[in-house]
């Protein structure tokens, strides 16, 4: 019975991973990635604390009578660092480090009343803060929770005025309400900085978008991140849609992209599955057709050789006929398909291609239907966070639909048609292309000095990262334009 339940289970378990969804999309962040964000995060979170406001401080020690107010914290020297919790997140730690305040003092003994400046300094400044990474609803990165621990050892209080020196005695009593009052500010506003404010910087990252008028990408994660003691890794659904019939998509057989590496910042892998549901989908959309009508001119030489090729055809249908000029239509009769191996990268496209005769003010005559089967090798590059492909027609092969012997006298048209591709279909496609499609990453960060790899069923693209503009910089641009009114303030 016992081996029967262990059966079972293991059955079930097996079932549910042959059925998970694969990722057309991977990005692994890796411990020189972290590296180059330790900076960037010390400075935000200092910028942070020196937004802490403190209320105003009353109290009685005897004969004393005491108001503290005007709190400003004027110098932080932190010992950072930011490293991977692994499961559940990151760990952004400070050690050993010291905050410098200013304020204002006014105190009452007996008769004598002084007030003046305090500078004040917290030393010994410990935080312990862990963000806790998940997939939230819509499939985006978010910081879900945040367990925050801080503590000040010290803090020494040094007045100025007349009286400065004789109010040093009570300046424990002063700095120990202030110590309780700073710890208890430190935490809630790391909270803030990072539930409202970089779950802002997270909303930058597409999730599903549209990329131009014909197709939508869908970013989504898959699952929660998988986070490591030397990385953090997300699987992305990484599939292009249809804008008019969104529902419509492309089944994910590929096989999942793997990466291994963790040399470079960052590492973006794409399946098969990401290029096909792209060509797909624009096939569905319709750009293929307007971008042959918008391309296709037939050249002179090219006319007179189907002229001649077809001179048989055209007497036997009508002679007059030999009047009017050709035309050739062409038209994808089915989605291309990418195939990624480790020599590259190739997409293949089949066309139908009619000759036709275009006698004025009558329909269209068709002198011959072929076959066109293209294979163009794909080029991928990364420009910031913008992937794109390059297109070159390496093979071309057109045959007959009708019989063996009328594809023997296609031949002589393989050369002319390859050239008329080469020189006004292609240039096309490539320029549209060029634009690319934005990868998931926040605003403000960019791809440099990547490599790209080619694998049996994949692409991998190691990159280092570039910060573009501040974090603040980021989320006080992407506040701007929403109405989080307490955000605001708490940035400014």
Known sequence: MGLLKVSVIFLLSLITMTLAEPPGCKIRITNRGLEMLKAETKKFVEEELSNITMPEMRGKEGRFQYTIKDVKITELNLTSDLRFQPDVGLLFEVQNSSITLNFQRRILYWLFYDE???NASAEGVNIFTVLHLIKDKDGRLKISNVTCDAFITKMRARFS???????DFIGTFLTTGMRFVLNKQICP???????????????????????DSYVGIDYSLLNDPVVTETSLD????????DLKNENETLVNYAVNPVVREYDRMIYLSLSEYFFDSGLFSYFKGGLQKQLLLDSFQMPKDLEMLLRTTYLGTI???NPALMEHPLSLELEVTSPPRSTIKTSGASVAVNCNVKVLVLPPGKPAVQL?????????????SMKGK????HLDLRRFKIFSNQSALESLALIPLQGPL???LQISVVPLINNYIKRGVQIPLPDGIDFIEEVVEYHNGYIIVGANLHFRTGLREIIERKLSGTDVCESLKHIR
């Not at 506003?189 to 990252?205: C, D, M, S």
């Not at 011959?368 to 991928?380: D, L, R």
């Not at 913008?386 to 492909?389: D, K, N, Q, T």
């Open 116 to 118: 003046g400046a305090i």
């Open 161 to 167: 005025g007349t009286l400065g020196r004789v109010y």
């Open 189 to 211: 506003a790391l909270n803030h900085a990072a539930l409202v404010l970089i779950n802002q910087l997270l909303e930058t990252i597409p999730v599903r978008t549209e990329v």
């Open 234 to 241: 997300m699987d992305f659904r990484g599939m292009f849609y």
């Open 315 to 317: 007497m036997m249908l």
């Open 368 to 380: 011959s239907s072929m076959t066109m089967e293209g294979k163009f090798n794909a080029k991928v």
């Open 386 to 389: 913008r992937l794109a492909i």
């Open 418 to 420: 390859k050239t008329m």
